[in-house]
């Protein structure tokens, strides 16, 4: 999975930069997942890729900006696609534990693939509307369950923050300042 998932798509980023620094302008388009910015239960594998190809590109557009290249990370939900039909692979052993998470879960995508209420070609326009932009998006959200599972997720960690942000902020990390990350 991280072969073509994520060291796939970095290999071929890394095939198009070295033309695209040359001309100083392009975007790169990397295609990721809502597994991506929120976890699922059964699929933390996927996820792990999908999260990693969101941190290679948020990086990759910090690294560029300056040369002129954009890049997009896109995070649909579910699109017809065969992503949850014959191409996935269930656990081999069920845990009993897991039956309402990740049963669930896997039972609730098997249950509707192919027929997703994502559209194709809808998103297809919506990614070419953003790389024509002048000011594109960080992150494409497509799909109704992408945003609002992002959104989600958004207010999740600012309760998280904000809950914690005591604690954090008095707590006397020496090793943290002296690394200076950020």
């Known amino acids: 999975m991280f072969e073509t998932n994520f060291w796939g798509l970095a290999e071929v980023t890394r095939a198009a930069l070295p033309k695209m620094r040359e001309r100083r302008s392009g975007t790169i388009v990397n295609i990721s997942s809502i597994g991506g910015f929120a976890g699922f239960p ?20 910090k690294e560029l900006a300056p040369l002129g290249i954009k890049v997009i990370v896109v995070n649909p939900s579910g699109f017809r696609t065969d992503w949850a039909g014959r191409s996935a692979n269930d656990a081999t052993v069920k845990i009993a534990d897991y039956a309402e998470t990740s049963g ?16 194709p070609v809808r998103a297809a326009k919506a990614i070419v509307a953003a790389m024509e932009s002048a000011d594109p998006p960080s992150y494409l959200l497509l799909g109704k369950v992408a945003l609002q599972t ?18 954090t902020e008095g707590a006397d990390f020496p090793e943290a300042e002296s690394a200076q990350v950020g």
Do not use: H, I
């Not at 059964?42 to 557009?61: H, I, P, Q, R």
């Not at 669930?104 to 559209?119: C, H, L, M």
């Not at 992002?150 to 604690?167: M, S, T």
């Open 150 to 167: 992002a959104r989600q997720k958004l207010e999740d960690l600012k309760r998280d923050f904000d809950d914690w942000a005591e604690v």
């Open 104 to 119: 669930t879960f896997q039972s609730n995508v098997r249950g509707y693939s192919g027929n997703q209420p994502g559209d």
């Open 42 to 61: 059964s699929v933390g594998y996927y996820n792990a890729t999908k999260f990693a190809v969101n941190g290679f590109s948020e990086a990759l557009k």
